[in-house]
């Protein structure tokens, strides 16, 4: 009960600040965001949001949306849907005026303009980067994000099985492990199309129909381009054309069945014209792509290894910035049901441990910027566990060079794990979305499970040296250090004149010659 107050406590701090519940068009949540469709942003109250001890950030993209960090936002969604539910009920949409005067007043300090200058670096990227092709990616990223808390679990359990497998543990239980891992994988297709359908403006039920197809073990009985089709072929892939086929001819259907009819037509001409489409083209079809994914990747780090894994170790934190790092799920989800795990991901997560890395180097280098250290310090734990937006948007981004160091991190943590598999030594992962230290748990690979461990182990610890010596020498320039490492105590000559004695004073104290008592840092600031 403790944990429910706290999460309604959370949501009900949370609403106001964002204009209310008649403010709000749309909620939704991925693994660590509360995504929110506003009807008027100026009605936010930004600097209050990052205050609140539960928020780690803010980021303005599509939707407008809240860094709570994993469990937390699948927790607090429930809670916010429902105030937001009685909000419209009881009163209409409050004046802006009011929502800044009930919240408190945030002093400006330094990590607070760091945060200010990380949304204002990403607002511009928005709309530089707003091209059909990336809203479209977005799109497709908009249909497995609410896949991942099963894949996730079923990957646990899939880890969890083999365990007991290998140690010949259990063996009355493991059968059963194994259906509850493979259940929901033999019938993602469903949900992709189901998801596909709803996200392209059809109905949902009729994408998961034509998807279901494909999963259907009748298909075994039928020949296409020569060759017999067999359950699961194209996969995903093929789910998401054969729903996105669906979509179109039912809005066909719509425009040009008589509306008396419509109910009996629609449905069925949906369902046949996509299903025979998938059974004679799109299973084909998506089934070579497939296959291609899974020799491409393999093929990459097999021959590319130590030279491969740096690059993508290196570039993927640009792709997290972007918020496209998840237009990557549908290729997760292809390696995962071909091969059981993806072996990209661990590569790319070594871009969070160069972040990290990155982030002590800061708090290394700023000993007397008590705020920025005291931001570090709240985003670490939520650092080392993959959640690396608080210290992307609230140090490493707006401070430059120490972003492109932490990039640097990640290349060398995946070029140590892609070097292991130009070697033979394949880490996997049962399962996406968490990264970090969470992804322990869902780790695997062909050379048992103490080797797999010891591989990614390996690659983390490299991210973080290399991303910590990268920003700790070559990070800083004189001018940063001169502008962001400042004092926290008065000059010797000012106590001297003063008569009194040594006491915290802030960045735009005497020595500054800033005498504008709004600008100390006086609050730790949460982002």
């Not at 469990?71 to 009011?98: C, I, K, N, Q």
């Not at 543990?169 to 259906?179: I, S």
């Not at 129909?209 to 892939?237: C, K, M, R």
Request: charged share 15%.
């Amino acid at each position: 009960m403790a944990t429910e107050d706290k999460n309604r406590a959370t949501a009900a701090a949370i609403l106001p600040l964002v204009g209310g519940a008649a403010n709000v068009a749309s909620i939704a949540h991925c693994m660590t965001r509360l995504r929110l469709g506003l009807h008027d942003r100026s009605l936010v109250d930004d600097e209050a949001l990052k205050a609140l001890p539960a928020v780690m950030g803010v980021v303005e993209d599509d939707t407008y949306q809240i860094v709570l960090g994993p469990g937390t936002v699948a927790r607090v969604t429930p809670e916010f849907e429902h105030l937001v539910e009685e909000g419209r009920e009881a009163a209409p949409a409050p004046a802006a005026a009011s929502t800044a005067s009930s919240a408190p007043a945030v002093s400006a300090v330094s990590a607070e303009e760091l945060a200010a200058q990380g949304a204002a670096i990403k607002a511009q990227q928005k709309a530089k980067n707003t091209t059909p092709f990336k809203l479209f990616l977005r799109r497709i990223a908009n249909i497995f994000v609410p896949l991942i808390p099963a894949l996730i679990g079923c990957g646990i359990i899939a880890g969890l099985n083999g365990l007991l497998v290998n140690l010949e543990w259990l063996p009355a239980v493991t059968p059963a492990l194994a259906a509850m891992a493979s259940g929901f994988m033999a019938l993602i297709a469903v949900f992709v199309g189901y998801n596909t359908a709803k996200e392209f403006g059809g109905t949902p039920i009729l994408g998961g129909a034509v998807a279901a197809i494909i999963v259907f073990p009748g298909v075994a009985n039928i020949d296409a381009f020569g060759e017999t089709l067999s359950p699961g072929q194209g996969g995903v892939l093929g789910a998401l054309g054969a729903a996105v086929l669906a979509v179109y001819v039912e809005k066909w259907c719509r425009r040009w069945v008589p509306e008396a009819l419509d109910v009996l037509v629609t449905p069925t001409l949906t369902v046949l014209i996509s299903g025979l489409a998938t059974i004679f083209g799109l299973m084909y079809v998506a089934g070579e792509i497939s296959s291609a994914i899974g020799s491409f990747a393999d093929w990459l780090l097999s021959n590319g290894g130590a030279g491969a894994g740096f690059v993508l170790g290196g570039l993927f934190l640009p792709l997290v910035m972007l918020g496209l790092h998840q237009a990557l799920i549908p290729i997760h989800t292809t390696l995962i049901e071909q091969q059981g795990y993806t072996v990209l991901l661990p590569i790319l997560a070594m871009a969070g441990a160069g972040q990290v890395g990155a982030a002590m180097a800061v708090y290394v280098r700023l000993p007397r910027n008590e705020s920025i250290r005291r931001t570090i310090k709240s985003a670490l734990p939520a650092g080392l566990l993959g959640v690396g937006e608080p210290l992307i948007y609230g140090v490493s981004l707006p401070l430059g060079r120490p972003f492109v160091t932490a990039c640097v991190g990640g290349a060398f943590g995946g070029g140590f794990v892609g070097l292991f598999h130009q070697l033979g030594d394949t880490v996997g992962s049962t399962a996406i979305g968490p990264s970090g230290w969470a992804l322990f748990p869902l780790l695997d690979g062909d050379h048992g499970l103490g080797s797999t461990l010891a591989i990614y182990a390996g690659g983390l610890l490299a991210g973080y040296v290399a991303g910590f010596l990268a920003t700790y020498f070559f990070g800083f320039g004189k001018d940063l250090l001169t502008e962001f490492n400042v004092s926290q105590e008065p000059a010797p000559s000012t106590i001297a004149a003063t008569g009194g004695t040594p006491r915290e004073t802030t960045p735009g104290g005497p020595d500054s010659g800033d005498t504008d008592p709004g600008s100390p840092q006086e609050a730790p600031v949460r982002v």
